[in-house]
């Protein structure tokens, strides 16, 4: 690490994921954890939720992310709210001129794209959203493609479900992610950043055209709430490759773990496989269920660790992020344009948005 | 003993011998092509079958009890009539007719001369589908909302750029073609007919192939179940294959992939797996069960027919790029 001080960080509301990446930053050597803030008018378990969090790591909980965020100490924020809350609190602090890190998703519409947009510009933090490119199987696809050895993608098939008899323990309330008061949308909105991240990192194409069909199939807050728990998105990218993704929760995704997440590219010279969970290790035993053991560990918990690793590397470093705000657009723009599709019945083309090629 | 006549000598017909001699209690009459050559071919694996050109001689020979029509899609439903006319009992290859017009008159010529018709919609007698099917209806997994069918295979077309399944007049394209596999098989295990369909495909390996060989197809259903079928003849080793199939339902999923499953690997030959092998003896089998009064059919009319709407959908909307409500299509025939 280099000679200097620690980087400040503030949780800028701490809900949802924010207990599993505190974990994470608090355990870094570059980092020491500033506090907790949440808005004064943010729901009550909203402000349960943060304080909470503030006790369990002994530092101090505000409700003036103002006043916070002027502080000199604070060089960096955790935007970690409930959906409907990320554009507005991650534009916050860019204008402050903090680095931000903000959950996913980037925003829940694309004129939240917009005004985040507005307040990057020119900030002088360093920027990044939640994402999952640096899952090692996605990492090692990355890897044969640039080496040729598929040649040309022509088709992707992604599936991405998690498994419902996990709902009580993967999200602490399940109107986070159905009540679009606060989640924006459904599942689409919940999960499908992170296959059209996948999609972009892999191919190096932008989405052009979307159809999509969703429903509520198997969870009684979706239904409640009228939003979908499953949905398929078939995307025409540029170059004309097509890629279909099924997206969603279903009561039991076809694996051991909390979700599966599976890829299959086609290319011109020869085909990839992707199993996020694979290859496993199988345990039959007399005391327990049979249990899968992904060789190398749980893909989705070591992607935030190396995206959390990489983003204080990109700040001390002075280096471009490998996601910004284009990437979060193109992936909102992509689910703007999937809701429209379900609500038309039609293909629908993009919306424009800022697009960048990924490195 | 049941008495066959086989229409067709091409490839599948081929195929179709190989099952009829491992089924006891049918004897293969006859094998009829255009090409008299190939007829003979074929025949000479038949034991002792006859062939012929004239197909009209078949329908005319009352020891024929039943016709298995194997040819070209396009003549399907031309044969079907006529041998529904002559009083055979009818098994057919698919897709069943290139047009739901095309496939009510052969409905009325069935109905009207009172035999049966059944369309070999092979991937239900596939022993993975099979069982599938039977644990979906014991219900291991509740209702089933959501089904995902691939089939990727390393597939080259046999006669080249002569192959009729390339030109969609003649084979309706390859959604028609091959899709009404995987739509029959979801129509079959979801219960439910395709209420609209869209479709994206490629062309694999050369941009001027006559209708993309590889495809997905986003299915909705009269249920509000939904479906992702996929074909990609695209893999690049001959013989190369992966399926894999998902159904989600209510209270679980059943899943298999055909990765990992155990086979023969060798340079000799590559078999194709074993979760779907077998298919057409089970088909066949099946059929002169039904034609003895010893099984129920299992492949119905209202079904074939709700799989040849969606499979026309889905060839209109790879080339309007609009989903297609296959409703229309019936309401146009």
Known sequence: ?359 | MTTVAIIGAGAIARDHVAAYRRIPGVRIAYVADLELSRAVDLAALAGGATPTTAVGAIFAAPEVEAVDICTASGSHAALTIAAARAGKQIHLEKPAALSLDDFAQMEAAVAAAGVSLMVGQTARFQPVNREIAARIVEGTIGAPRYLHVLWYTGHVWPEGWRSWQLDPARSGGHPVHNGVHALDLAVWLLGSDPTRVFARGFRSFAPTMGTPDSFHMTVRFASGALALLEIAYSLRARGDSLRRILAVGEAGSLHHTTEGDPNLFSDSLRPPPQATEDALYYQLTHWLATLAGKETPIVTLPQVRATLAAALAAQESLTSGLAVTPERMVADA
């Open chain 1, 1 to 359: 690490m280099p000679d200097r001080a620690p980087l400040g960080l503030l949780v800028l509301s701490g809900v949802r994921h924010a207990a599993s990446y505190l974990p994470i930053f608090d355990a870094h050597p570059a980092v020491v954890l500033r506090g907790l803030c949440e808005e004064a008018d943010a729901p009550e378990w909203a402000h349960r939720d943060t304080r909470l969090l503030a006790e369990q790591y002994g530092v101090p909980f505000g409700t003036d992310p103002e006043a916070a965020l002027v502080r000199d100490d604070v060089d960096l924020v955790l935007a970690c709210s409930e959906p409907t809350r990320h554009a507005r609190l991650a534009a916050q602090a860019l204008r402050a001129g903090k680095h931000v890190l903000m959950d996913k998703p980037m925003a829940t519409t694309t004129a939240e794209c917009a005004l985040l947009a507005e307040a990057a510009a020119g900030a002088p933090g360093k920027f990044t959203i939640v994402h999952r490119l640096f899952a090692p199987p996605i990492q090692r696809a990355r890897r044969q493609i640039d080496a040729g050895h598929i040649g040309l993608v022509r088709s992707i098939d992604l599936e991405f479900l998690a498994s419902g008899v996990h709902f009580a323990t993967s999200v602490e309330r399940p109107e986070l992610v159905a009540n679009p008061v606060l989640s924006g949308g459904g599942e689409l909105l919940n999960f499908l950043v992170y296959p059209v991240d996948y999609l972009r990192y892999l191919t190096g194409a932008e989405p052009v055209e979307v159809f999509a069909e969703a429903g509520s199939f198997f969870f009684e807050p979706h239904r409640q709430f009228g939003v979908e728990d499953l949905g398929i998105i078939s995307l025409r990218l540029e170059h004309d490759i097509i890629a279909t993704l099924t997206v969603g929760r279903v009561p039991y995704a076809p694996t051991p773990g909390s979700g599966s997440s599976e890829l299959r590219i086609i290319g011109s010279h020869g085909h990839i496989t992707v199993d996020e969970n694979r290859p496993q290790l199988d345990l039959w035993s007399t005391t327990t269920e049979r249990r899968g053991f992904p060789i190398g560990g749980e893909s989705a918990r070591g992607t935030v660790t190396t995206e959390i690793d990489e983003f204080i590397r990109d700040i001390l470093e002075d280096r471009e992020p490998l996601y910004g705000l284009a990437d979060g657009w193109a992936a909102i723009a992509t689910i703007d344009a999937a809701y429209r599709a379900v609500q038309t019945g039609q293909p629908v083309t993009l919306a424009p948005y800022p697009a960048r090629r990924m490195r």
